[in-house]
């Protein structure tokens, strides 16, 4: 039986007005189209047809887009939850009128230091921080249900200490810690090849140990202490549609880099007849969480984790069945936790 | 007093921070915390229901709706099919 298509990642914008070390847009291409308003309307409708309830507007950078905010509007009135992902440093007209008018399920922005030169370097655009703290300050007042989100190569402490004073001065709601992985741009300066698994293990103690609740760090179930699980988010990727600027269907929005991960092209194909024969969307269903190999067919967390994130799993094991490389390297040096052990 | 015990297939698994029940027919994971941690430990050792309200009642004596608390936690774990 075929799932539900129940979230929706659009990315509507032909590209990012940012230049991150980390990302997987332009290291990839694509044909630089990009469908129109209307087009993308039809493309929502059609999702919401067959009981999409989650859209997701990310990119690139998705308040690139000309008609963001009618773009924006109509998604929020058609859709239960609307979320945007945006580097935070552009403010379109109306956007923010949007925004009240309709509040979105989430917003989050993108800041990876408390210091603005490392943020802007990393981020390839100076003055991008200061941008992007002046949004998210909005976010807060505006009382929009925000989260940063901080992207890490290494385990230092002290850049996560300063985050967090900065996110306390900001008012943002929650910070998420996530490890760059070696997708896109990625791959030249990944926390998977930059740390061995004993100082990943001991910095994901530290955050558990030393870190409020509300910073999230994006640690696979199986390495996360008991307490932290409630607040864990998982991958929605067996109910999950991506859709690239110029209407591709993806997987997430891994086929900007990874051309096999795309099938079909709206309009020509309509969301239902991509969701039910694209051979990316078959493989995932046909294998994912039972054919998932290594420690994640001895992990109690299968069913729920899904491997973590496929994508990440393909880029650093080969197949979308690879084991998460974090639980792998825990358990191949014997430190993965025994009580998250079953077997099958 | 019937003793309570875990349904086929469901496994108890406790940790410093709390627990974890793991049903590894269906796959479903519950997270236990706090009182509800507790209890489902003692159901992992083989307390029954009246031993499992006298530990309660010494661990919490300033709590007086004690024995609500654990009928409707048992409630709870036959419902989501953790006790047998």
């Known amino acids: ?344 | 007093m019937k003793k309570l015990e875990y349904a086929k297939g469901v496994v108890f698994r406790k940790e410093p921070a709390g627990g974890i029940l793991f049903n590894i027919d269906t796959g479903n994971l519950q997270v236990t915390e706090g009182v509800a941690f507790g209890i489902c430990d003692m159901i992992d050792r083989d307390k029954d229901r009246e031993e499992i309200l006298m530990e309660l009642k010494k661990l919490y004596p300033e709590e007086k709706n004690l024995e609500q608390d654990l009928e409707d936690f048992i409630m709870e774990l036959r419902e989501k099919g953790a006790l047998a």
């Open chain 1, 1 to 344: 039986m075929i799932p539900t298509p129940g979230v929706l990642y659009i990315n509507p914008a032909g590209g990012c007005n940012l230049h991150c070390k980390h990302c997987w847009v332009n290291e990839g291409s694509f044909t630089g189209e990009t469908l129109a308003l209307e087009q993308w309307k039809e493309l929502l409708t059609q999702a919401k047809v067959m009981g999409c309830e989650y859209v997701k507007l990310t990119g690139g950078e998705p308040l690139l887009y000309d008609d963001i905010v009618p773009l924006y509007r109509f998604a929020a009135d058609s859709f239960p939850k609307v979320t945007i992902e945006t580097n935070g440093t552009l403010q379109p007209d109306g956007f923010w009128d949007a925004l009240v008018e309709r509040k979105p399920f989430h917003i989050s922005v993108s800041i990876d230091s408390a210091e603005a030169d490392v943020h802007d370097k990393f981020r390839g655009q100076t003055g991008a921080w200061k941008k992007t703290v002046a949004f998210a300050e909005k976010l807060v007042d505006y009382k929009i249900n925000n989260q940063v989100i901080m992207c890490v190569s290494d385990t230092q402490r002290k850049p996560i200490k300063d985050m967090i004073n900065l996110i306390q001065s900001i008012g943002a709601y929650t910070l998420k810690i996530n490890f760059i992985t070696p997708s896109g741009r990625g791959k030249y300066n990944s926390f998977f090849d930059n740390t061995s698994i004993e100082e990943t293990l001991d910095f994901f103690a530290w955050i558990d140990k030393e870190t409020p609740a509300w910073v999230l760090p994006s640690v696979p179930a199986a390495l996360l202490p008991v307490n932290r699980l409630k607040s864990l988010g998982y991958c929605a990727v067996r109910n999950l549609m991506g859709v690239l600027p110029d209407g591709t269907f993806s997987l997430c929005g891994i086929a900007f880099s990874r051309k096999e991960m795309a099938w079909g092209k709206f309009p020509e194909t309509s969301v239902q007849e991509a969701w039910e024969n694209s051979p990316v969307y078959k493989m995932i269903r046909a294998s994912v969480p039972d054919n998932l190999e290594g420690i994640c067919r001895k992990c109690i967390h299968r069913d729920t984790c899904i491997g973590s994130c496929v994508v990440n799993n393909m880029e650093t094991g080969g197949t979308i069945t690879s084991p998460d490389i974090l639980c792998q390297r825990a358990y191949d040096a014997g430190l993965f936790p025994k009580t998250r052990l079953i077997d099958r």
